[in-house]
Nanobody
């Protein structure tokens, strides 16, 4: 049974940082590209970042480039998203995915507000 379990979200002030984690199980994590998406109220779902199976290649949305870092630990079957200099427009539900398999987690809420 495939499971993607996100954690690490919360309420943070503008300029703050958070580190999201996604624990994966039920498939061979190290073989697949992984992505983080976010869904903000009233907005379309947005691709935030993507990382290749080996971790050597990454992609970021322009809106987070230079502030967010995606990484993975294949020995722990875990995906990460380090978020820095958070802005109110970063608020949303962050979901990890296995795009090629159409697996999605339940998401973790990130709220950036003073």
């Amino acid at each position: 049974q495939v499971q993607l379990v996100e954690s690490g979200g919360g309420l943070v002030q503008p300029g703050g940082s958070l580190r999201l984690s996604c624990a994966a199980s039920g498939f061979t994590f190290s073989m697949y590209h992984m992505s983080w998406y976010r869904q903000a109220p009233g907005k379309e779902r947005e691709l935030v970042a993507r990382i290749a199976s080996g971790g050597g290649t990454t992609f970021y949305a322009d809106s987070v480039l230079g502030r967010f870092t995606i990484s993975r630990d294949n020995s722990k079957n875990t995906l990460y998203l380090q978020m820095r200099v958070l802005k109110p427009e970063d608020t949303g539900v962050y979901v990890c995915t296995v795009p090629s398999l159409a697996y999605w987690g339940q998401g973790t809420q990130v709220t950036v507000s003073s």
